[in-house]
Structures are given as structure tokens and as C-alpha cells.
């Protein structure tokens, strides 16, 4: 039991939600966490990638992308990388991290 009450606590540090009821709260957790981190997003280059409920991962399936970040108008060296995974039954998985 030990374990796993460590394991809840790591899940409950993180810096962002990481399963969402919806894709949308999902692909809204991705501009929030750049944000969050001082960058901002391309708002071209991610709406292209995820705001159109067609580019929806079926169940089963991730979508993965990486993300300009900016900085006082200034492209940065470093990436947003986003994996969303559809759990199915409406429920997604978000990963993501700078690098």
C-alpha cells in the first residue's frame, strides 16, 4: 500500500491534468501548461494541429506533436512535445513536456 500511495502523490504533483473527459480539455491543458512555463504557442501551428475535432486520435491511437515555443516575440531553441492518447470511451491521456 505503501507504493501506491507514493504513486498518488507523484500523479498529483504534476504541473498539468494528465486524463481529461474530453479532448477538448486536453488540447486546452496544452496552451495552459506552455503558459504556465513563460512560452507561448504559435496559435497557427497549433490550431492547425488540434483544434479541428478531425485530427481526434480514434480510440486506441495517440497524436503526437511538437510546438514552437516563443518568448518575448522570439522563437526559442526548445520544443513543446504533446502526446494525446484516446483511452476510449471518451476519456484521453495527456503527456507533454519542453525540451
Excluded: W
Aim: charged share 30%.
Amino acid at each position: 500500500m505503501k507504493h501506491i500511495k507514493l504513486f498518488e502523490e507523484f500523479i498529483n504533483e504534476s504541473e498539468y491534468q494528465v486524463y481529461h473527459n474530453t479532448y477538448g480539455t486536453a488540447i486546452d491543458a496544452v496552451e495552459e501548461y506552455a503558459i504556465s512555463r513563460g512560452f507561448v504557442l504559435d496559435k497557427t501551428e497549433y490550431s492547425n494541429s488540434y483544434l479541428d475535432a478531425f485530427f481526434k486520435p480514434k480510440p486506441g491511437k495517440t497524436k503526437s506533436d511538437s510546438f514552437s515555443l516563443y518568448k518575448n516575440d522570439k522563437e526559442q531553441k526548445k520544443k513543446l512535445h504533446v502526446q494525446i492518447y484516446n483511452r476510449g470511451n471518451d476519456k484521453f491521456e495527456l503527456n507533454m513536456y519542453i525540451n
